[in-house]
């Protein structure tokens, strides 16, 4: 057994004491710290878009009120000119725009069907039919009132039937139908009270590129056995001995990586608790090790593996969700992306 784990250190030494290996170990941790000191980026869950009214009367002030009254969700900003709308949307600083011309307090109520409003949208819009309908709502609120008394002023019939308080009673009519259980109820079940939140925004895929990275370790320990076997330095050995070997290789380069990984996670932070990590790390040491031994069978002398390596590596990267996840692309590449373990990680 001594024996065995002298052989073991000797191999660690070999692969950790090569430069660029022990240089990029070493960077790993000091990156994470760098990483960990800079500001993030503050990103609000809020959707901003913009309104201009031409015309300012008790009608637009009233819906301008409605519509920014609301500070969370569905935010809607106020602008001067259309001109000032349409730069936001293209700008990205909200995700649609409104504007009312002039004379629309006018023409609404009375001619709903030719009275226009401007929409500016970009090909980034999303949220432009929910913020529409947030507006007409509170557009039928403010002009439900100059709405009823067109209609019935515009009918013979009705005309003679209108109240000198109409004003109030149509208010209150309207508000009594829009609140009244009679027309909808809806039965809800709260857990807590809502509250806007700030999302922290980090660019830095520390956790996916550390599972890269053992991987990759095991990849390159499996390396070195078939070159050691090309150079017949296990050629006096038994089978059973050079796949012991094998094994020993392959992890005499995954314990290093894992190891300053597992460092690294714990310095930049991560959702699990030191030993929930280190039974993380161990299973997939397991499946590395796993993955590396099918490739050994798969390409059983040194230079089909050479060839094969740069192959094995892009395929992990552009399929793996490490930086970019293609499979939310291509839903079989989905599947594609378990035959390569740092899914698994």
């Not at 709502?137 to 009823?148: H, R, S, T």
């Given at each position: 057994m001594s024996t065995l784990f002298r052989q073991f250190l000797i191999l660690i030494k070999r692969t950790f004491y090569k430069p660029v290996y022990g240089i990029v170990l070493i960077l790993i941790p000091l990156t994470a710290i760098f990483v960990k000191s800079?500001?993030?980026?503050?990103?609000?869950?809020?959707?901003?878009?913009?309104?201009?009214?031409?015309?300012?009367?008790?009608?637009?002030?009233?819906?301008?009120?409605?519509?920014?009254?609301?500070?969370t969700g569905f935010l809607f900003i106020v602008f001067d000119s259309p001109e000032a709308v349409r730069d936001a949307v293209a700008s990205g600083e909200i995700d649609c725009g409104y504007y009312l011309p002039a004379g629309f307090s006018e023409t609404y109520p009375n001619d709903r069907e030719n009275t226009r409003i401007q929409v500016y949208i970009s090909p980034s819009t999303m949220f432009s039919d929910v913020t529409m309908e947030i507006l007409f709502?509170?557009?039928?609120?403010?002009?439900?009132?100059?709405?009823?008394?067109?209609y019935f002023?515009?009918?013979?019939?009705?005309?003679?039937?209108?109240?000198?308080?109409?004003?109030?009673?149509i208010?209150?009519?309207?508000?009594?139908?829009?609140?009244?259980?009679?027309?909808?109820?809806?039965?809800?079940?709260?857990?807590?009270?809502g509250?806007?939140?700030?999302?922290k925004?980090?660019?830095?895929?520390?956790?996916?590129?550390?599972?890269?990275?053992?991987?990759?370790?095991?990849?390159?320990?499996?390396?070195?056995?078939?070159?050691?076997?090309?150079?017949?330095?296990y050629s006096g050995l038994t089978k059973k001995s050079r796949f012991r070997f094998?094994?020993?290789?392959?992890?005499?380069?995954?314990?290093?990586?894992?190891?300053?990984?597992?460092?690294?996670?714990?310095?930049?932070?991560t959702e699990y608790t030191p030993s929930a990590l280190a039974l993380h790390m161990l299973v997939y040491i397991i499946i590395c090790l796993f993955f590396t031994l099918a490739y050994r069978l798969l390409f059983s002398s040194y230079?089909?593996?050479?060839?094969?390596?740069?192959?094995?590596?892009?395929?992990?990267?552009?399929?793996?969700p490490v930086f970019i996840d293609l499979t939310q692309f291509l839903p079989v590449l989905k599947l594609i992306s378990y035959f390569f373990a740092p899914t698994y990680f």
């Open positions: 800079l500001p993030k980026q503050e990103v609000s869950t809020d959707i901003r878009s913009g309104i201009c009214v031409e015309d300012q009367n008790i009608h637009t002030k009233a819906l301008l009120e409605l519509l920014c009254a609301d500070d709502d509170n557009l039928l609120k403010v002009f439900a009132v100059p709405i009823v008394s067109h002023s515009a009918d013979p019939e009705l005309s003679d039937y209108l109240m000198p308080e109409y004003d109030e009673a208010t209150s009519i309207y508000r009594e139908y829009m609140t009244d259980n009679s027309v909808f109820h809806i039965v809800t079940n709260g857990t807590g009270t509250k806007r939140e700030e999302k925004l980090s660019l830095f895929p520390l956790y996916p590129f550390i599972g890269l990275l053992i991987f990759t370790s095991a990849l390159l320990g499996l390396l070195n056995t078939l070159k050691d076997e090309d150079n017949h330095v094998c094994i020993m290789n392959i992890i005499s380069s995954l314990i290093p990586t894992a190891c300053i990984g597992y460092i690294t996670l714990l310095i930049y932070g230079r089909r593996y050479l060839a094969a390596l740069p192959v094995l590596l892009t395929c992990t990267i552009l399929l793996s």
